[in-house]
């Protein structure tokens, strides 16, 4: 039973339209900016108009540097995470899954005037995320309101 959920999940994985699709090139992020959400469901953004895309910015009341560490921390205590190189405003990271290694490119972008960290999340491969991409940034947005210690 179990070898046959596993082969349905990764047949339902597998369409690899945009393999090896990473930021890049005319896909990268603005200076403040996250990229918008494809029309599939293994994305959410703060950016998006769409209720099933969206999701809350994260907020913070501290400077702007204080937030850029204290989430830089938080990215880093995620399993299977990379920080990738600084692009303007905005925190680009990956974040690899443990048994399929798929990889979802996930990008954080900081609105000073507004105090709030933009968001977006999204699967590089298939079609459906099974929610994968919202749990984990809110799982980032608890850990970044815990106090340091």
């Known amino acids: 039973m179990a070898i046959r959920i596993l082969v349905t ?6 369409p690899m339209r945009n393999a090896g699709a990473a930021l890049s090139g005319a896909d990268e992020v603005t200076a403040s900016q996250p ?3 494809p029309d599939k469901p293994n994305c959410v953004s703060s950016n998006s108009t769409d209720p099933g895309h969206f999701i809350e910015p994260l907020h913070y009341t501290d400077d ?7 989430l830089l921390r938080v990215i880093g205590s995620v399993p299977r995470s990379r920080v990738l ?3 303007g405003d905005c925190i680009r990271a990956t ?3 443990l048994v399929f290694r798929f990889v979802d490119d996930v990008e954080f972008c900081f609105d000073a005037p507004g105090k709030q960290i933009l968001m977006r999340s999204a699967s590089r491969v298939g079609y ?3 929610g994968v991409n919202r749990r984990r ?3 980032i947005r608890s850990r970044f309101r ?4």
Do not use: I, K, M, V
Not at 9 to 14: H, N
Not at 146 to 149: D, H, I, M, R, W
């Open 85 to 87: 190189p600084e692009a």
């Open 95 to 97: 974040f690899t899954s």
């Open 137 to 139: 940034l809110e799982l």
């Open 35 to 37: 990229l918008p959400c």
């Open 128 to 130: 459906s995320d099974f």
């Open 146 to 149: 815990q106090p340091a210690g």
């Open 64 to 70: 702007q540097p204080a937030a850029r560490a204290r």
């Open 9 to 14: 999940l990764f047949a339902l994985l597998l």
